[in-house]
């Protein structure tokens, strides 16, 4: 090849990337003056499940040793994964969880781990939970000041009706649960919140209870932990029901427990369809698919507000893809586009706490199922829970709907702003400004702006090693969880966010009353 050859190679090689990636310059308005919603100081939770080794979907086994009853609870870096958010919010719960007994004095004589059985719900027989495994749970939650939230079997003296095999009638009985709390009281275990079932409202998944049988039970359940907890500055809270949104459903319950009853109106989403759906890939980088939740999100809202104002809203448990998550997707860097923007969406709709399917075990968990090393999602997590503060902002701009903005009160001091760019080619060069177009003007160089960029290695986004400013995160020689600093920035310059890209971005300068 002769020089002018390629000089013409080269030419039309830098013309090529010129046309693969473009930039767009974007106004992003922040409105400070007053908070749209408030979220729990702590609004990251993560939860541990109860599935055996043997839990398989799409002729894949994907929990391994990751189930609450056999998850080795002393890995160093499971500890400091959890140490890490001081504190972290842990729901131990899922499906199989209304099939668990409590092994507490001479009740039940016989106590066995899940096993395999096909009449049995999801396909499992009943298990047990030993008191030495719950010693070893809290050893773990005491040394990492874990907040525990613990869902109850709320199936125990219920039966089958004669009519519909999956609604179970009768009373729950609370018999098991009050000796567990006799237990775990008698040990000085701390716990924040109890919830009664798993997935048993409105047409239920293998199991449900109608609402007003269910609303009865729930107020048994503050009865009992009244009695058990006389001290209301230590009284767990009360989170129900734990399910799937219905409208008539929740409204029936909350009309039936009546006002200051449930702390927390949980409910569960899995808008992503299931974990072996080949468009998986798709939903995650598109956000009109993404945005169709949002009506859930302000339906519990609104009916959290009108049946039961001082139960606050929480997504209980959300794996995203249901059955295990996508075993290609899940656990990789583009997963953080449905995670990320569902923190910021749901805080919006004054959700006030946000629980993910799983901190470890199946394809979704937090932390990678054998080897325990943080997924791109952990340090997602652990960033918003560092940076993001509990006064939720307006924020608007009239670019691509492909960037997601979210603005929060920093944890510290300023304005937090959350950036997503699922564009493939395109570069958005963001200007912040207030409601009043005062800000970055004036502003003095000693408050530069913090800049955390998420990338995938290799611009892979099917990636599980994440960058953070270029740099990968990985743990430490000892096993710790990196540190995690951000870049330093003239606040007068636009904020650059690369395709296919996540920022985080804390203005220190910004003048928000909200943030007062």
């Excluded at 950036?419 to 395109?426: A, F, G, P, R």
Aim: glycine letters at 8%; one cysteine or more.
């Amino acid at each position: 090849m002769d020089s002018r050859t390629r000089l013409f190679c080269l030419v039309l090689l830098v013309l090529s990337c010129f046309c693969l990636s473009k930039a767009d310059e974007v106004k992003v308005m922040v409105k400070g003056v007053t908070s749209i919603a408030k979220t729990d100081d702590n609004f990251i939770c993560a939860t541990l499940d109860w599935w055996p080794e043997n839990k398989c979907d799409y002729n894949q086994c994907p929990w391994g040793k990751a189930g609450i009853l056999n998850l080795d609870l002393k890995n160093k870096i499971l500890t400091n994964a959890v140490k890490a958010f001081n504190p972290l919010r842990i729901r131990i719960g899922g499906s199989l969880q209304d099939q668990v007994y409590y092994k507490v004095g001479k009740f039940p004589k016989q106590c066995s781990n899940f096993e395999k059985k096909s009449d049995g719900l999801f396909g499992f027989a009943e298990g047990c939970l030993h008191m030495n495994r719950w010693d070893e749970l809290h050893d773990l939650f005491n040394k990492t000041g874990a907040a525990l939230t613990f869902s109850l079997n709320a199936l125990l003296g219920r039966i089958q009706s004669d009519e519909d095999d999956t609604l179970w009638e009768g009373d729950w009985n609370q018999f098991n649960a009050k000796s567990l709390m006799k237990y775990t009281i008698r040990k000085g275990y701390k716990i924040d919140s109890y919830e009664l079932g798993n997935e048993l409202c409105a047409g239920g998944v293998a199991a449900k209870i109608k609402a007003q049988q269910y609303g009865k039970d729930v107020k048994k359940l503050k009865k009992l932990i009244t009695h058990m907890y006389p001290d209301p500055a230590t009284r767990p809270k009360i989170l129900a029901p734990g399910g799937f949104y219905d409208e008539e459903w929740f409204k029936t319950f909350l009309q039936t427990t009546g006002p200051d009853v449930v702390d927390g109106l949980t409910h569960h989403i899995y808008n992503l369809g299931a974990g072996v759906d080949p468009t998986l890939i798709d939903k995650l980088q598109d956000p009109f698919y993404l945005s169709q939740v949002a009506q859930t999100f302000n339906d519990v809202s609104n009916t959290a507000k009108l049946f039961s104002p001082s139960s606050g809203p929480w997504v209980g448990e959300s794996g995203g893809a249901y059955n295990s998550g996508g075993k290609t997707t899940s656990h990789t860097f583009v997963n953080g586009f449905w995670y990320l923007d569902q923190l910021g969406m749901t805080s919006t709709f004054n959700h006030k706490v946000y629980c993910r399917q799983s901190l470890i075990g199946g394809n979704y968990g937090l932390l990678n199922t054998t080897s325990f090393i943080p997924n791109p999602d952990y340090y997602g997590a652990l960033l918003w829970h560092k940076l993001m503060g509990k006064n939720v902002l307006s924020v608007t701009h009239e670019g691509s709907p492909y960037l997601r903005t979210y603005a929060h009160c920093s944890k510290t001091s300023g304005v937090t702003v959350l950036l997503i760019n699922m564009d493939k080619s395109t570069t958005f060069e963001v200007s912040v400004v207030d409601d009043l177009n005062m800000y970055p003007s004036g502003i003095e160089p000693i408050h530069q702006r913090e800049e955390y960029h998420l990338t995938p290695k290799d611009g892979n986004i099917q990636s599980d090693v994440l960058l953070l400013n270029g740099t990968p995160l990985k743990l430490t020689a000892s096993f710790d969880i990196p540190e995690m600093n951000p870049q330093l920035v003239d606040p007068t310059l636009p904020i650059s966010v690369a395709p296919r890209s996540i920022v985080f971005a804390t203005l220190r300068g910004f003048q928000a009353p909200a943030c007062a």
